[in-house]
């Protein structure tokens, strides 16, 4: 059982003393009989100096106000209120303590109310108002508000996405679907977000383009449908702060990225700076798009974000994107977990990101099962420069040097005291190409910078490199099997010369997809009987729409540039990608569950890179990729809007799940809305698309776990399934039946797999897959099996 993510903390005063010191009198140059009734006197002060700095520091703690999110049973709702707004304002009044020190009014402690994505309100209280609010009627639970941690031209192409088959036709291009991003808000001038070729706006809308700084309603349109701002939780906990920017209009530019990732519209001649050139356009393009900004320079909350959540299910959203996390929350303490669970009950689907505290097992967060969880993999595109030697030799490299600088037949230099490339005055010296040949040069870009080198030669295979865009010198990274070929051409003594050209951008590059370094691995902290992270998508060096005003590049130490595009890494990245897949499907299948998008998502997923060779993972040297770290592989869409069979789920079967977590009642009806909830069956064995099984490092006695599950027929008509399983190494594995037969189309089966292991005291990770294989037909239904340590916080 975990406690609060998230404990209180208060300056607290305290006051030792020790009634063995003689420093604890007061003297004076006095009789004796004096300096005793002074030293009397002087304990007796201090002992009621104490006794009222005590009193004080409770008084203190206890009018110290803060915001609360507070979770209420609307069943308990008094008939005597019109609404749950009303019942949760008269319940604020009721509890307000008489403390003339606070200057809100009951107005101003009421920050939101809370209906949809939850049932409940945010307030400002002080701990003994607290005290007296869990005695009302309807209370379930409450915890203080936190801050929140935020997490193409080319990746449709990657993910097999064509206009002539397949899932893109068959949805429209996810024609009328609507997407609520929860972000950091929109630059909705943006060519992304132009309404060309859009349609009417579905009926089922009812959202609203709010008015604010520097945006009026008239920048929606058909594509930008709605954009909502929220921040009443970073008022309320920072009351005198002056907001940058109060509207939907994005100023850091992560918003903009993911939400045209999402859903931006075709925009012709999209680059960065030459690199990665073409045409930008969302996963889902005619999707519908919505902004709730609840993300800010001056912070993020909880509250604003169950707000913006809340209001997108209100609005009518199919799927929320939101590309930020809690880290080390309980789910009945997550803001996304709760909020996806009211949002799943009135069938949209919340599709989410893994983080970035990869590649350590146990860092994933956002580990809800009830929501989709991506991590993020690499891509075939490198952009490049290409080095030619002046011997004939050509060299590829990675340079991301946001200009057509002119390096023409510049001396090539290798001296070994220039080589860390760390002194600009050292740099200064010479003139031409200089060998960096210092493994951490690299980060050297300042020296560099100061000094009048023209260019520089890196060597490195630090994949981390490569994730990001920053390259502010002219120079190239190579390989480090380049490098003693580069030196002694260098010290050939027959004038070496170099060039270098800027601006490439190569494709088809090996091997890709392979996990990103940075993605947060499984399992989940906070539900790791449930295998995360779910399914995999394309998350570095994504190209997308950006703030025009913001700097995504720069020349040496001075000049930065801005661009209508950037390169972003991140699984803020890979989320939206999951998040304009799942829109296609729900145009292709507006009958589909939350769940059961994903179950398709996730057993259509492949497992091999481009050279046909399994996928592999950049934070572990290119070893083979486990389920902790990519979920149940690399998204198919094409391969998901048919996927056979899928794994559905209820909200009861949710609640079954929290009802074996050893969560208390107030814990279990803060996450499903109600106190009303059925906890007569309860199991760890939800109907989930993937399989993990714990064991306790150490523990090298025998586990067994068995598995039930039940799949329902979403393909042909009729059909029969045979399974086959891939063995996690040092396992068993059985499958009841081992023959699935379906007779018609939503037909459900069931079937028991179970897997025996030995413990062991290293902790390894083991990984395998059950494949269900249609018989004379092409359905595979894969579903991925770890075998895994226990993670603990």
Request: net charge neutral.
């Amino acid at each position: 059982m975990h406690g609060s993510s998230c404990p209180y903390t208060s300056t607290t005063l305290a006051i030792n003393i020790n009634p063995f010191s003689n420093h604890n009198s007061i003297t004076r140059n006095t009789t004796g009989k004096e300096k005793m009734e002074v030293t009397k006197l002087g304990v007796h002060f201090l002992l009621v100096l104490v006794q009222f700095l005590v009193l004080f520091q409770a008084r203190l703690v206890l009018s110290e106000r803060k915001t609360y999110i507070v979770h209420m049973d609307k069943t308990l709702m008094p008939k005597a209120f019109v609404g749950h707004e009303s019942w949760y304002s008269s319940t604020i009044d009721a509890v307000k303590s008489t403390d003339s020190s606070s200057p809100r009014s009951n107005g101003e402690r009421l920050v939101y109310a809370y209906d949809n994505a939850l049932h409940g309100f945010s307030a400002v209280l002080s701990e003994d108002e607290l005290k007296t609010l869990k005695k009302s009627q309807g209370f379930i639970s409450a915890y203080p508000d936190k801050l929140v941690k935020l997490d193409t031209t080319h990746t449709t192409d990657f993910l097999g996405l064509n206009p002539l088959s397949g899932l893109w036709p068959v949805s429209e291009y996810g024609k009328d679907v609507i997407v609520g991003v929860i972000d950091t808000g929109i630059w909705p001038e943006s060519q992304s977000y132009k309404d060309d070729g859009m349609t009417a706006i579905p009926s089922k809308w009812k959202g609203k383009c709010e008015v604010g700084q520097d945006f009026n309603s008239s920048l929606c349109n058909l594509k930008l449908i709605g954009a909502q701002y929220f921040n009443k939780g970073l008022r309320a906990a920072n009351p005198n702060i002056t907001i940058s920017m109060n509207s939907t209009r994005d100023t850091e530019g992560h918003g903009t990225h993911t939400s045209s990732t999402v859903a931006g519209n075709y925009v012709y001649g999209a680059s960065f700076f030459g690199y990665a050139s073409g045409t930008a356009k969302g996963v889902a393009p005619r999707a519908r798009l919505a902004m709730y900004k609840v993300a800010w320079d001056e912070g993020t909350y909880l509250s604003d974000m169950i707000a913006g959540m809340d209001q997108a299910v209100a609005d009518g959203v199919d799927i929320i994107s939101i590309s930020m996390g809690l880290n080390f929350a309980p789910l009945y303490e997550d803001p996304v977990a709760i909020a996806s669970f009211g949002a799943m009950e009135n069938g949209v689907l919340v599709s989410s990101s893994a983080g970035n505290d990869g590649p350590g097992i146990g860092t994933l967060h956002n580990g809800i099962p009830w929501a989709l969880t991506t991590a993020a993999s690499t891509i075939d595109r490198s952009l490049a420069g290409i080095l030619s030697l002046g011997n004939g030799q050509t060299i590829i490299g990675w340079s991301a040097f946001p200009a057509r600088a002119f390096i023409q037949d510049l001396p090539l230099i290798y001296n070994k005291t220039l080589s860390a490339c760390n002194s600009s005055e050292l740099l200064s010296s010479v003139y031409g190409i200089v060998i960096c040949e210092d493994s951490n040069s690299f980060n050297n870009q300042y020296y560099i910078s100061q000094s009048s080198v023209p260019s520089v030669i890196f060597f490195s295979d630090d994949i981390s490199i490569k994730e990001f865009s920053a390259f502010p010198n002219p120079g190239v990274v190579l390989s480090t099997k380049y490098k003693q070929l580069v030196i002694n051409y260098a010290l050939s003594g027959n004038n070496p010369s170099a060039s270098i050209t800027f601006q490439q951008t190569i494709l088809g590059t090996i091997p890709a997809p392979a996990v990103a370094d940075y993605s947060s691995r499984g399992p989940a902290p906070s539900c790791p009987g449930v295998l995360k992270p779910d399914i995999m998508s394309p998350g570095t060096l994504v190209l997308a729409a950006f703030p025009p005003n913001i700097p995504v590049a720069s020349i040496g130490n001075k000049v930065r540039l801005s661009n209508d595009f950037a390169l972003e890494s991140g699984t803020s990245m890979a989320c939206p990608h999951s998040s304009g897949i799942a829109a296609l499907l729900k145009g292709a299948h507006p009958e589909w569950s939350p769940a059961a998008i994903k179950s398709a998502m996730m057993t259509t997923a492949t497992t091999v890179d481009n050279t046909q060779s399994p996928i592999k993972d950049t934070g572990s040297n290119y070893d083979v990729a486990s389920p902790l770290a990519m979920g149940a592989g690399f998204v198919n869409p094409n391969s998901a809007l048919d996927p056979g069979l899928i794994y559905d789920a209820t909200t009861q079967d949710y609640i079954n799940l929290l009802c074996s977590m050893n969560f208390t009642q107030s814990q279990i009806a803060t996450i499903v809305r109600s106190s009303s909830f059925n906890c007569s069956n309860p199991s760890p064995d939800l109907n989930y698309p993937s399989f993990i099984a714990l064991y306790e490092k150490g523990n090298t006695s025998i586990i067994t776990k068995k598995f039930e599950r039940t799949v329902t027929n979403v393909g042909n008509s009729t059909g029969i399934y045979e399974a086959f399983y891939a063995l996690p190494m040092g396992s068993s594995i059985s499958v009841t039946p081992s023959k699935l037969i379906f007779k018609e189309k939503y037909e459900k089966q069931s079937y028991t797999l179970t897997i025996t292991y030995l413990g062991e005291t290293a902790g390894m990770v083991r990984a395998g897959s059950i494949i269900w294989a249609e018989v004379g037909g092409n359905h595979r239904v894969r579903s991925p099996i770890v075998i895994a340590p226990t993670v603990s916080w």
